[in-house]
């Protein structure tokens, strides 16, 4: 007899999914506070070493202990990606909603251009956002 698949369920829903400089989480209220979104990135030369990018999402209808991955990759995906981390988040309930914080560290843009920051669960990317790095002006 053929051992059956484990079949993955269906991916979480994500309902928001920021970039920003650093995540504060308050320890008496257990609130998070974003502290310098962006979409855009400026620099004087390239490639750009940026210490620090703290991503934030949140999503639901998870079911059990789900991997959250996150990239960066050029808009064209032509290249491997800049940055590939992996969080996880358990569900105890799909109704329930997930905070992910997650900090990326000396993450190197080669060049300048649209990048993508890009939200999966398993292989399903759920929402990606784009980072614009130019160079800026003397």
Partial sequence: MAARKK?????????SFLV???????ASTGKATLLGCFANLFTPSFPI?????AVYAVVTNGHGKVP???KIVDAEEENDPINDSVFEVE??????TAEVVG???????PK???????????????VERKIQV?????
């Fill in 7 to 15: 079949r993955t369920p269906p991916p979480p829903k994500a309902l």
């Fill in 20 to 26: 920003c400089d650093y995540i504060h989480r308050d």
């Fill in 49 to 53: 070493k940026v210490p620090m990018m």
């Fill in 68 to 70: 959250i991955r996150v």
């Fill in 91 to 96: 569900f105890t309930d799909p109704r329930m």
């Fill in 103 to 109: 900090f990326l560290t000396d993450v190197t843009f």
């Fill in 112 to 126: 300048a251009g649209e990048y993508r920051l890009q939200l999966y669960a398993w292989a399903e990317c759920l």
């Fill in 134 to 138: 130019n160079l800026s002006k003397k």
